[in-house]
């Protein structure tokens, strides 16, 4: 895990790896629980039996938006930032859905800092590519590089 607790440690961070998080399981429960929040009952995501008939991927899948949602958590076994007063989801620069994650998988998130950039005097804007990695399959199931503002 890396640790970064200034603006100048993040500028000298630029460019590296961060981390490997643990292993998350994301089963059906954590797919309905998600379907609940966002509204989005699709049958892809929620009806198990009729995935495993007629679905490509012969069982459930995560929302895309469940997967980008569980980075900021699960990246927290990468990297940490200490001695900042506050840091924010800015945005993304760009996101990818590659693969499915079925119902019943396990992923992982992988955190490599793209760029930091200094915006004010006491801020700072670090953009961490997180690769969401399937256990047992070569292709991950995103990527996607995020803004996280932090304020020292």
């Known amino acids: 895990?890396?640790?970064?607790?200034?603006?100048?440690?993040?500028?000298?961070?630029?460019?590296?790896d961060l981390g490997v998080s643990r292993w998350v399981e994301v089963d059906q429960s954590l797919i309905n629980s998600f379907a609940e929040v966002t509204r989005d009952h699709q049958w892809i995501h929620v009806d198990v039996a009729k995935a495993?008939?007629?679905s490509p991927y012969g069982a459930t899948i995560a929302h895309g938006f469940l997967t980008l949602s569980l980075i900021p958590g699960v990246s927290k076994d990468n990297y940490r930032i200490?001695?900042?007063k506050m840091g924010i989801n800015y945005g993304l620069n760009k996101v990818r859905f590659l693969s499915p994650v079925r119902a019943g998988t396990r992923i992982r998130v992988r955190s490599h800092l793209v760029d930091a950039a200094q915006v004010a005097a006491d801020t700072v804007n670090l953009i961490v590519r997180h690769t969401v990695e399937i256990?047992?399959?070569?292709?991950?199931?995103?990527?996607?590089?995020l803004i996280a503002r932090f304020v020292f």
Do not use: F, W
């Not at 895990?1 to 590296?16: C, F, P």
């Not at 399959?137 to 590089?145: N, S, Y």
């Open 1 to 16: 895990m890396k640790v970064i607790k200034s603006i100048d440690e993040a500028l000298a961070t630029m460019g590296e």
């Open 52 to 54: 495993e008939r007629e």
């Open 82 to 84: 200490e001695n900042s």
């Open 135 to 145: 256990e047992g399959a070569d292709k991950p199931a995103a990527v996607a590089d």
